[in-house]
């Protein structure tokens, strides 16, 4: 059996390199062929490390500093996080892991993003979710309010005439940056109707005529 055969199995760390190469040594001297062996270079270990980040910086993209430890110490690495990363993903850094054996390529550091959750947007897929607040004549009549964006601006948004507490509304492209592919998912707005207060007289006569009518129509089946 080869000495490449038996590291293989055993390993090259002492003393079993010591003990291979005399015994390899050993041969030569009784008149075998000797020959010098070369150790194969061996890729160091991939490392495993956490961070958390914030909503705004899963939307844009980030970088964040970890102090990683290695069998030689602790050393600062520097990784770059992706605009539209999910919670829970991981990011690989590339020849940063532990260093190579004998020559032999550095592993790699992958690292798992925690998103923190956000106070008003709440995300499924690439696509983000929130509550609008929506007066009852707008619901009724029609009529524009404003929503916030992940971009930290605000847009109008169209509510038709009629709108039932509860609709979802889209504004496509407003959502996450998409991680691979162009472009962005939608920003979906949940329509959440608010009756005035106090309830105006104008209000509260259109609702008793209503209350009429419906009771009306019942009367009548």
């Known amino acids: 059996m080869s000495q490449e055969v038996l590291e293989d199995l055993f390993g090259d760390s002492e003393p079993f ?10 041969r030569g001297a009784g008149g075998g062929r000797s020959r010098t062996y070369t150790p194969r270079p061996r890729r160091g270990s991939d490392l495993e490390a956490e961070t958390e980040i914030t909503h705004e910086e899963a939307y844009g993209g980030t ?10 110490g602790t050393r600062r690495v520097q990784i770059r996080i992706p605009a539209g990363i999910a919670d829970g993903a991981r990011v690989r850094a590339a020849g940063q892991g532990a260093p190579g054996l004998q020559d032999g390529a550095a592993g790699d550091i992958f690292v798992r993003v925690h998103v923190l959750p956000h106070r008003v947007f709440r995300r499924e897929g690439d696509n983000l979710h929130l509550r609008v607040e929506v007066p009852l004549d707008i619901a009724l009549l029609g009529g524009e309010v404003e929503v916030p964006t992940p971009k930290g601006t605000r847009v109008k948004l169209r509510i038709p005439e009629g709108t039932q507490n509860g609709a979802k509304l889209r504004l496509k492209g407003l959502g996450m940056p998409h991680l691979k592919d162009a472009g962005s998912g939608d920003l979906i707005a949940e329509v959440d109707v608010r009756l005035p207060v106090p309830v ?22």
Request: charged share 30%.
């Open 17 to 26: 390199s010591d003990f291979f190469n005399g015994m390899f040594r050993g």
């Open 63 to 72: 970088t964040r500093t970890l102090e990683i430890a290695t069998e030689t």
């Open 200 to 221: 105006p007289p104008e209000a509260r006569a259109l609702a008793e005529a209503l209350r009429g009518s419906r009771e009306g129509s019942h009367a009548g089946r």
